[in-house]
């Protein structure tokens, strides 16, 4: 027997608006009478936040997306793209408002005299990691799990392994094609709608819908070693030493922007792993040295020779760690490192947070705590060149919990554990009067920091990203929660506000 839902009058007015915007083509679009509308077309990533939009569509060329945000904008919805669905509040499915899924705009060429790839906004990046290797020997740097879009990736930041080496996914665009908030289909790159195109580089979702980027690539690297160092024996204190150590050593400023590492620390210890995108003599030579940290048992060191099984063994790590693309009852936290070395945690605060860590109440067996190395060629780059506003972070913390009990919600004893981890640090470089300007990386969006959300999204570029706003948004229908406001109506409360 069929499940049956009744429009509300709303509902219908969204409804009949779409379907003038698309035609009779009933593939290109969903609405919420639909059976099973939510499961198969809403999907949203963290089951802990309730959205349900008015509809979905599923536009093929620029000019329906256009058609799609005209709608939108006459009946005062918000509207966001999704590209991969990975927005940790579910930003890209608006309560009340439009999704445009791009999965149709996934087109692919390669110009193989200045090896620029123009690429639809839908691609994902395992996707993307196919079409630029397999046939061109190509790469760009980007975040481990394949499942994630490059739509929203690459408009937020885009942190990888790789990243010390290229620059984030950002880095790579040089052009792009997007709809504007009145409809428009504009060309923005460095010479054409310049300011438009430097909030997109950072602030996307509050500026348009990209249907097409043109991203810089580089030759895949050749042989590199993939690395695994394991603390699950052993006292909380001696991994707050190893922590310590591994902490130094990423610190030092002529540190190879060949090394990436991160230090992972779960109910079952402490693990550094990482990728050295150089030769196996090289990265031997590297762990010769007497600062290096990583000289104990449980060591394991994989040489490879092809750029897929390096990428596809970052995502088989993703995965163990975070469920790689499956929804979840979920919770994060995150914390930017900013202001270089100036900002490492001293050796009493390292022990404090070990401490905390091992006293404290989780609520949940599922949880992580990741330290990703920066830095490298991501901070060479000018703060003030793309909205991006972390170019001085040395790492980030990024804490990720799962509900343990598969069908219920993430516990208040699981969220406190984690915001928890935050203060013990903060708190501790506040009383040691250490410089403490900590940010939060935009693409671990975060409902519990409130209305500090955008200023430690965007730090010093926000003001410029509200100007920007105003001009090419004021009615703001690039929307969300935690949204760039324009500067004239910054006091202005968003309606679509998520479900908790």
């Known amino acids: 027997m069929g499940i049956f839902f009744i429009l509300s009058d709303e509902e219908r007015r969204v409804r009949d608006l779409v379907k003038n915007a698309l035609g009779s083509d009933d593939t290109l679009y969903a609405f919420p009478d639909e059976p099973f509308y939510q499961f198969d077309h809403v999907k949203l990533y963290n089951l802990d936040i309730r959205t349900r939009p008015d509809a979905v569509t599923y ?29 940790y509040c579910n930003f890209s499915s608006p309560d009340r408002g439009i999704v445009v899924d791009l999965r149709n705009m996934k087109r692919f060429s390669m110009n193989t005299e200045t090896w620029r790839a123009t690429v639809g906004g839908g691609m994902l990046l395992g996707e993307l990691d196919e079409c630029l290797y397999s046939p061109h020997n190509r790469a760009v740097a980007h975040g481990v799990c394949p499942q994630v ?43 054409q709608h310049k300011d438009l195109f430097w909030a997109l580089k950072g602030a996307g979702a509050s500026f348009g819908i990209i249907t097409e980027f043109v991203l810089r690539t580089e ?13 699950t024996s052993g006292s909380w204190a001696r991994m707050a030493d190893v922590f310590k150590s591994w902490q130094r050593f990423i610190a030092n400023p002529n540190l190879t922007s060949k090394f990436a590492t991160t230090a992972t620390i779960t109910t079952l210890g402490l693990a550094i792993s990482g990728t050295f995108y150089g030769s196996k003599d090289e990265f031997a030579q590297l762990s010769l040295k007497p600062d290096f940290p990583l000289r104990e048992t449980g060591s394991k060191t994989t040489v490879r020779q092809n750029w897929l099984d390096v990428l596809t063994h970052e995502a088989e790590q993703v995965a163990l760690k975070l469920g790689g693309g499956i929804p979840a009852h979920a919770y994060t936290k995150t914390l930017t490192f900013n202001g270089s070395k100036n900002n490492l945690l001293d050796d009493p605060g390292v022990d404090k947070l070990f401490s905390y860590i091992e006293h404290a109440d989780k609520g949940t067996l599922i949880w992580f705590l990741i330290f990703d190395l920066a830095g490298g060629k991501t901070n060479t780059v000018p703060m003030e060149a793309t909205a991006y506003a972390h170019r001085d972070a040395l790492y980030y913390l ?4 799962i509900s343990d009990k598969l069908i219920t919600g993430v516990s208040e004893t699981t969220k406190k554990f984690l915001a928890g981890v935050n203060e013990v640090i903060v708190n501790h470089m506040k009383a040691d009067g ?61 309606t679509n506000d998520v479900k908790l």
């Open 59 to 87: 536009p093929k060329t620029p000019e329906q997306v256009a058609a799609i945000v005209r709608a939108a904008a006459k009946a005062g919805l918000a509207v966001q793209a999704k590209s991969g669905g990975h927005s």
């Open 398 to 401: 990024q804490s990720y919990a």
């Open 149 to 191: 879009g490059l739509g929203g990736h690459a408009t937020i930041g885009g942190l990888g392994p790789s990243s010390r080496l290229f620059g984030m996914a950002l880095d790579h665009v040089e052009e792009v094609e997007v709809v504007a908030a009145d409809g428009q289909i504009l060309r923005a790159s460095e010479t």
């Open 434 to 494: 250490v410089y403490t300007d900590y940010g939060a990386y935009p693409g671990y969006v975060d409902l519990e920091l409130g209305t500090e959300a955008q200023k430690l999204y965007w730090r010093e570029n926000l003001t410029e990203l509200e100007r920007i706003k105003a001009i090419y948004d004021p009615g703001e229908v690039f929307r969300n929660p935690q949204s760039v406001r324009p500067a004239v109506a910054k006091g202005r409360i968003a």
């Open 219 to 231: 030759e895949a690297p050749g042989e590199t070693v993939q690395y695994k160092y394991s603390f």
